[in-house]
């Protein structure tokens, strides 16, 4: 049997025309290579090389390359996922099972380009927290007629995180899928948590999909904060009689009473990222697909002991000053993927001063347009008026905050997007394009994540 290799990564973001080369080891007659399941070249002989055109959007796709035999069968594929997340480690899931066949425990086993250690390890089965005992964890006695997510996540200190999504029981049986895609469904109204997402909500290919699992689950959200908003931020809470205080890393509102919600406290399963636009100095631009995912440095990531949404937005600050132009639509093209990567609830939050100068590779209407694609929902807060003269903004006249009221406001409608999605769970790997809502359930009100935000 051959076997096939991509000698070309698209590991950062990618469009237009590139290069791409293959691998072949062993006997094959041809080599048929497709984009999104059309077949743009087909090669007889080595090199196994060609070029590929993803076209002027920055989009995902799915690049495979198909080995055939003399009779045109197929003996062997491998496939790459372009302009989705691309880990820089991974963690396997191994099942252990009773003499009946029913999963008892599981095994962890990860590995990390870097060597280190994960930080922090998560495991749930079903959305409920399970603790972990060197690398393995015992599954609490579930109902093995109905099927079940199995999720684990490492976080290394480097800020590297690794998950692994799994599903079994059920029409599965006892077997372990770990090839399933999380969808992110906006559910109308203010769902309750125990809300899900009903079974023919989906359609895979044009067909109804099974869903193996909904779930609340944790949610990310990434922040790309210009320079220049800091200080409209620190004025606004000075107008509005703010205080910092208390030592505990909280705001303390000194507003008569009534008048102003204060700090706005995170959701306990939110997790708050800052992803600096400055490009750092590693790669020229993102067309360097090897620096592209590293281009940006980012804070750790905060969570709601440490803080309210008013403190973390005005006390989080760069480290080391910075000459350097921000980069406003390539940071958040690269948040995008960093609010992909935890296959759960995510949004991608813009916060702007006067719209300065962009010199990003990518347009700032392509970046509304992959974010879009991949289900990210965009949120933009402007702390400045925009000047009448100003040209035609890509990401649109977002939401003023001139009040720290404003500033609640607006929290309060990130809040409700973010408690309103609901993961559903597809058996196999799918391109985020192969996926709709079926007609009932648009017409019921549901929505991928960032759709049609009240």
Same mark, same amino acid.
């Given at each position: 049997?051959?076997?096939?290799?991509?000698?070309?990564?698209?590991?950062?973001?990618? *469009?237009?025309?590139?290069?791409?080369?293959?691998?072949?080891?062993?006997?094959?007659?041809?080599?048929?290579?497709?984009?999104?399941?059309? =077949?743009?070249?087909?090669?007889?002989?080595?090199?196994?090389?060609?070029?590929?055109?993803? %076209? /002027?959007?920055?989009?995902?796709?799915?690049?495979?390359?198909?080995? @055939?035999?003399?009779?045109?069968?197929?003996?062997?594929?491998?496939?790459?996922? &372009?302009?989705?997340?691309?880990?820089?480690?991974?963690?396997?899931?191994?099942?252990?099972?009773? /003499?009946?066949?029913?999963?008892?425990?599981?095994?962890?086993?990860?590995?990390?380009?870097?060597?280190?250690?994960?930080?922090?390890? =998560?495991?749930?089965? $079903?959305?409920?927290?399970?603790? /972990?005992?060197?690398?393995?964890?015992?599954?609490?006695?579930?109902?093995?007629?109905?099927?079940?997510?199995?999720?684990?996540?490492?976080?290394?200190?480097?800020?590297?995180?690794?998950?692994?999504?799994?599903?079994?029981?059920?029409?599965?049986?006892?077997?372990?899928? =770990?090839? !399933?895609?999380?969808?992110?469904?906006?559910?109308?109204?203010?769902?309750?948590?125990?809300?899900?997402?009903?079974?023919?909500?989906?359609?895979?290919?044009?067909?109804?999909?099974? &869903? *193996?699992?909904?779930?609340?689950?944790?949610?990310?959200? !990434?922040?790309?904060?210009?320079?220049?908003?800091?200080?409209?931020?620190?004025?606004?809470?000075? #107008?509005?009689?703010?205080?910092?205080?208390?030592?505990?890393?909280?705001?303390? /509102?000194?507003?008569? *009473?009534?008048?102003?919600?204060?700090?706005?406290?995170? $959701?306990? +399963?939110? =997790?708050?990222?800052?992803?600096?636009?400055?490009?750092?100095?590693? %790669?020229?631009? +993102?067309?360097?697909?090897?620096?592209? &995912?590293?281009?940006?440095?980012?804070?750790?990531?905060?969570?709601?002991?440490?803080?309210?949404?008013?403190?973390?937005?005005?006390?989080?600050?760069?480290?080391?000053?910075?000459? #350097?132009?921000?980069? &406003?639509?390539?940071?958040?093209?690269?948040?995008?993927?960093?609010?992909?990567?935890?296959?759960?609830?995510?949004?991608?939050?813009?916060?702007?001063?006067?719209?300065?100068?962009?010199?990003?590779?990518?347009?700032?209407?392509? !970046?509304?347009?992959?974010?879009?694609?991949?289900?990210?929902? @965009?949120?933009?807060? #402007?702390?400045?008026?925009?000047?009448?003269?100003?040209?035609?903004?890509?990401? %649109?006249?977002?939401?003023?905050?001139?009040?720290?009221?404003?500033?609640?406001?607006?929290?309060?409608?990130?809040?409700?997007?973010? *408690?309103?999605?609901?993961?559903?769970?597809?058996?196999?790997?799918?391109?985020?394009?192969? !996926?709709?809502?079926?007609?009932?359930?648009?017409?019921?009100?549901?929505?991928?994540?960032?759709?049609?935000?009240?």
């Amino acid at each position: 049997m051959p076997e096939l290799a991509f000698l070309t990564l698209f590991l950062g973001l990618v *469009s237009g025309v590139q290069p791409v080369a293959v691998s072949v080891v062993g006997d094959v007659a041809r080599l048929e290579l497709s984009l999104d399941g059309k =077949t743009f070249t087909t090669l007889q002989q080595p090199p196994w090389r060609a070029t590929v055109d993803f %076209g /002027p959007q920055l989009l995902p796709h799915t690049l495979s390359a198909r080995a @055939l035999d003399a009779a045109g069968k197929e003996l062997t594929r491998t496939v790459q996922w &372009i302009n989705l997340p691309r880990p820089a480690a991974e963690v396997e899931l191994q099942l252990e099972r009773d /003499p009946t066949g029913v999963p008892r425990a599981a095994r962890l086993v990860w590995q990390n380009l870097t060597g280190e250690a994960p930080q922090k390890i =998560t495991v749930s089965l $079903d959305g409920r927290a399970l603790v /972990p005992v060197d690398r393995r964890v015992e599954l609490p006695a579930v109902d093995p007629t109905l099927p079940h997510v199995l999720s684990a996540e490492l976080r290394f200190g480097s800020g590297v995180v690794a998950r692994r999504d799994a599903a079994f029981g059920g029409d599965l049986g006892t077997e372990l899928r =770990t090839e !399933i895609t999380a969808v992110p469904v906006r559910l109308p109204g203010r769902p309750k948590p125990e809300a899900t997402v009903p079974q023919n909500a989906l359609l895979l290919g044009g067909a109804p999909a099974v &869903i *193996s699992a909904s779930e609340l689950g944790a949610a990310r959200l !990434i922040v790309v904060r210009d320079p220049t908003a800091l200080a409209p931020l620190l004025r606004l809470f000075n #107008r509005g009689g703010v205080a910092y205080g208390g030592g505990r890393g909280r705001l303390t /509102p000194s507003f008569p *009473s009534g008048s102003s919600p204060g700090d706005v406290p995170l $959701d306990p +399963l939110l =997790t708050l990222r800052f992803l600096w636009p400055q490009a750092a100095p590693r %790669g020229s631009s +993102l067309g360097d697909q090897r620096a592209a &995912i590293k281009l940006f440095d980012g804070s750790r990531e905060f969570g709601a002991a440490d803080g309210g949404m008013f403190w973390l937005l005005t006390h989080v600050l760069e480290p080391g000053a910075s000459n #350097r132009k921000p980069q &406003i639509a390539d940071a958040l093209a690269v948040a995008g993927l960093q609010a992909l990567g935890g296959n759960g609830r995510r949004a991608v939050l813009l916060l702007l001063a006067d719209e300065p100068d962009d010199p990003s590779q990518y347009e700032g209407a392509r !970046i509304v347009e992959y974010l879009r694609a991949v289900h990210v929902p @965009l949120f933009v807060w #402007r702390l400045e008026h925009r000047k009448r003269d100003a040209r035609p903004s890509p990401w %649109g006249e977002g939401e003023y905050l001139g009040t720290p009221s404003a500033l609640a406001a607006a929290a309060s409608r990130l809040d409700r997007e973010l *408690s309103g999605q609901r993961v559903a769970w597809i058996d196999g790997a799918h391109a985020p394009s192969e !996926i709709a809502l079926a007609p009932a359930a648009f017409a019921a009100g549901l929505r991928f994540a960032g759709e049609e935000m009240e």
